[in-house]
């Protein structure tokens, strides 16, 4: 089940990022151990072997340019340049054995490296 969004400001399309539960239980939960933080930025930097990697972290502030929007009482910021590469997007949280992390499903890409670390988008 995926949870809806509520479109933001200071983007002129609609912005469609999701959370499935169990990422939005791990955000909610990050979030009410850091009630310093204003909510999760999630983005994109250049990474890898493909071109693009993802970052999603606690916000401090919101900065210039940021568009940022509320999933179900979870606020995202995200930066001008990420927001077309990542419209679309659902962010879930994964568990395998030992290892847990956020995992991220996105429609823009149009190739991955085979360690799975970076992406590619057709524009």
């Avoid at 399309?13 to 499935?20: L, Q």
């Amino acid at each position: 089940m995926i949870t809806k969004t509520r479109h933001g400001h200071g983007y002129n399309g609609r912005m469609s990022i999701s959370f499935t539960p169990a990422a939005l239980a791990r955000a909610q939960t990050f979030l009410a151990a850091h009630p310093d933080k204003i909510g999760l930025r999630f983005g994109v930097r250049r990474s890898g072997c493909s071109g693009w990697g993802y970052q999603i972290d606690l916000a401090d502030a919101q900065v210039a340019g940021d568009t940022v929007f509320e999933v179900d009482g979870v606020r995202v910021l995200i930066d001008a340049d990420s927001l077309p590469l990542l419209d679309g997007t659902v962010i879930d949280f994964v568990k395998q054995g030992l290892n847990a992390q956020f995992a991220f499903a996105n429609p823009n890409v149009t190739d991955a490296c085979g360690c799975g670390e970076s992406f590619a988008v057709g524009h």
